[in-house]
């Protein structure tokens, strides 16, 4: 039998909106810290990303996934369209298997967002090459294995806030 996602026994708290736009405004302002061409440097973006259309479906989606991908595009001044295109696929495939996702442990977890996030990676890739951009080298896919390394920790601290606190009010039944 499966074990479920986490070991806790507590109860999560419902994700409040301003939280995840919060978290998603923070993986942006990460994406834009110049680390020039360095591999491994992973794609935050996607990984906030995917993680909130895998935890929270109906409150984050290809909307946002193309919002946040035209921001990407401005920001990172490349082919018009790529992080959209590759953001929307991104959100749709996460969301698609959201339920069966959250049914592993973290680490089993990890290694489903993987091929999500290669295939963001790809997507990124055929739009520049068809566009003519040079060849980043093999190097340039490392970044979703260094991101499927944050997953773990990413989990817990994106859950964080959602935590119900240990000391019990009598006044409550939960």
């Not at 946040?68 to 929307?88: E, K, P, W």
């Amino acid at each position: 039998m499966m074990q479920p996602t986490h070991s806790s026994n507590r109860i999560l708290l419902p994700v409040r909106g301003w939280f995840i736009f919060m978290s998603l405004l923070a993986a942006l302002f990460l994406n834009m810290i110049p680390a020039g061409r360095l591999p491994g440097v992973p794609d935050f973006v996607a990984l906030v990303l995917a993680f909130w259309c895998v935890r929270e479906p109906f409150k984050i989606g290809m909307g946002a996934a193309f919002v946040l991908g035209i921001a990407m595009d401005v920001v990172s001044a490349g082919v018009m369209g790529q992080h959209s295109l590759a953001y929307v696929l991104l959100a749709f495939a996460a969301t698609g298997l959201s339920r069966r996702i959250l049914w592993f442990p973290l680490a089993r977890q990890a290694l489903h967002i993987l091929p999500l996030l290669l295939g963001t990676q790809l997507v990124m890739f055929i739009a520049r090459m068809i566009a003519g951009g040079a060849f980043p080298g093999w190097l340039y896919f490392l970044s979703s294995f260094t991101a499927c390394l944050l997953w773990y920790p990413l989990t817990y601290l994106l859950l964080l806030p959602q935590y119900r606190s240990m000391e019990k009010d009598e006044n409550r039944p939960i």
